[in-house]
């Protein structure tokens, strides 16, 4: 069964730094990842869809990578932003698309 | 990006009560959704895969009789929490894929219903 990781828990930055979020996930047969945020009590917003076949994929101030063979993705939030705070997930699908999501972070930024 | 709307987003209610919670694709048809639950301070874990005029698939630890669900629509997938618990009181969030587009496309999520039992 496939295990997400995410590193670290929390996270607590000045606003303007750059920073980067680490998820891991034990089985490499994966189809893709997606990168969400959460916010408290809210549900998810979808930031970025990276496929397998992929090594990267950016939106705005925000960038994926993806290293299939080793289990891992980054998401690199450049000059980061107060309105950034929230909870930040990583999940991949199995054969039928029910997500595994890791265990996230929690990112807060410091005005 | 597709829109998947939850209601209601709160809801409070009596223990031994019953709860439904309806997740709809609203633009776009979904033959299959999915809905999670997530405990405070904890991710997001799948609780049963909804399927459009079929019985839903259930995972393991996750009772059936207590969590009924029905897709009986390509744009509506209910959730039945019953004989409601404080212990059910969690976030229930739902899911849908797009039948129009490839298996593994992006994933578009409700947001979210706050359970409380009382």
């Known amino acids: 069964k496939q295990e997400v990781t995410q590193i670290p828990a929390a996270l607590s930055v000045p606003e303007g730094e750059n920073l980067v979020l680490n998820c891991s996930f034990t089985?490499?047969?994966?189809?893709?990842l997606q990168w969400f945020r959460q916010d408290p009590g809210k549900g998810l917003t979808s930031l970025l869809l990276i496929q397998s076949s992929q090594r990267e994929q950016t939106s705005g101030r925000l960038n994926a990578s993806l290293d299939k063979s080793s289990g891992r993705s980054t998401l690199y939030i450049a000059a980061s932003q107060p309105g950034d705070s929230a909870t930040y997930l990583c999940a991949v699908p199995n054969t039928g698309n029910q997500f595994y999501f890791g265990t996230g972070t929690s990112l807060t930024v410091i005005p | 990006g597709a829109v998947v709307s939850q209601h209601p987003s709160r809801v409070i209610c009596k223990s031994g009560t019953s709860v439904k919670i309806e997740c709809r694709s609203l633009?776009?048809?979904?033959?299959?959704m999915f809905w999670y639950r997530q405990f405070p301070k904890q991710s997001l874990m799948l609780m049963a895969t909804s399927n459009e005029g079929s019985k839903a698939t259930y995972e393991q630890g996750v009772e059936k009789d207590k969590f009924l669900i029905n897709h009986a629509s390509l744009t509506l997938s209910t959730l039945t929490v019953t004989s409601a618990h404080p212990e059910d009181s969690s976030f229930y969030i739902c899911s849908a894929r797009d039948r129009g587009k490839g298996l593994h496309t992006e994933a578009f999520f409700g947001q979210g219903t706050r359970l409380t039992v009382v």
């Open positions: 633009d776009f048809q979904a033959t299959t």
């Open positions: 089985d490499s047969a994966i189809y893709n």
